[in-house]
T-cell receptor
Framework: GAVVSQHPSRVICKSGTSVKIECRSL??????MFWYRQFPKQSLMLMAT?????????EQGVEKDKFLINHASLTLSTLTVTSAHPEDSSFYIC???????????FGSGTRLTVV | QKEVEQNSGPLSVPEGAIASLNCTYS??????FFWYRQYSGKSPELIMF????GDKEDGRFTAQLNKASQYVSLLIRDSQPSDSATYLC?????????????FGGGTRVLVKP
């Protein structure tokens, strides 16, 4: 079945630095990927929709200059958290559509801790 | 009114019993419906999808869809402690831009031995 690979699974960074998270579709082409953030014991929150070859679409309240999304190929989308702060510490998850009726396949997630 | 609503739980069921989870949605144009399971600290994994009224069975799981009443449910038979997780209902609405799924807040299930 369709596999979405996400790296790194866990990262600790210092406040003020930037962190890049990669999301790859391994055996299919993903023209659209989605980035979510999830705080402890809360539901998934959609941050942005990543479209191959075009600008990402951000949800209301998500700073596009802080969360940079690049979808340069049909198999790779990246999320860069710039100038990270402790409040950015969260679980970040990417997903890709694997056929309308099959819904999304999710990456394994990235646990970001900003110290 | 939220677009997709679920009881947050926790839903506590004894081992071997049936766990029944419900989800209601607001958009009558919704066409496909998904149930995901998410263990603590992990990303969601797809359990089942359904798009026709009625029941769909897969192993110990049965999804039920009633478009007239705008609800979709998930039954877990012979519940096991390993079924303890948060179950997310997701809905695909054609008019949603970019084929976005809309997720409910999730129902936490606890299966007690």
């Amino acid at each position: 079945g369709a596999v979405v690979s996400q790296h790194p699974s866990r990262v600790i960074c210092k406040s003020g630095t930037s962190v890049k998270i990669e999301c790859r579709s391994l055996d299919f082409q993903a023209t659209t990927m989605f980035w979510y953030r999830q705080f402890p014991k809360q539901s998934l929150m959609l941050m942005a929709t990543s479209n191959e070859g075009s600008k990402a679409t951000y949800e209301q309240g998500v700073e596009k200059d802080k969360f940079l999304i690049n979808h340069a190929s049909l198999t790779l989308s990246t999320l860069t958290v710039t100038s990270a702060h402790p409040e950015d510490s969260s679980f970040y998850i990417c997903s890709a559509i694997t056929g309308v009726l099959r819904g999304y396949t999710f990456g394994s997630g990235t646990r970001l801790t900003v110290v | 009114q939220k677009e997709v609503e679920q009881n947050s739980g926790p839903l506590s069921v004894p081992e071997g019993a049936i766990a029944s989870l419900n989800c209601t949605y607001s958009d009558r144009g919704s066409q496909s419906f998904f149930w995901y399971r998410q263990y603590s600290g992990k990303s969601p994994e797809l359990i089942m999808f359904i798009y026709s009224n009625g029941d769909k069975e897969d192993g110990r799981f049965t999804a039920q869809l009633n478009k007239a009443s705008q609800y979709v449910s998930l039954l877990i038979r012979d519940s096991q402690p390993s079924d303890s997780a948060t179950y997310l209902c997701a809905v695909n609405t054609p008019k949603a831009a970019g084929n976005k799924l809309t997720f409910g807040g999730g129902t936490r299930v606890l299966v007690k031995p």
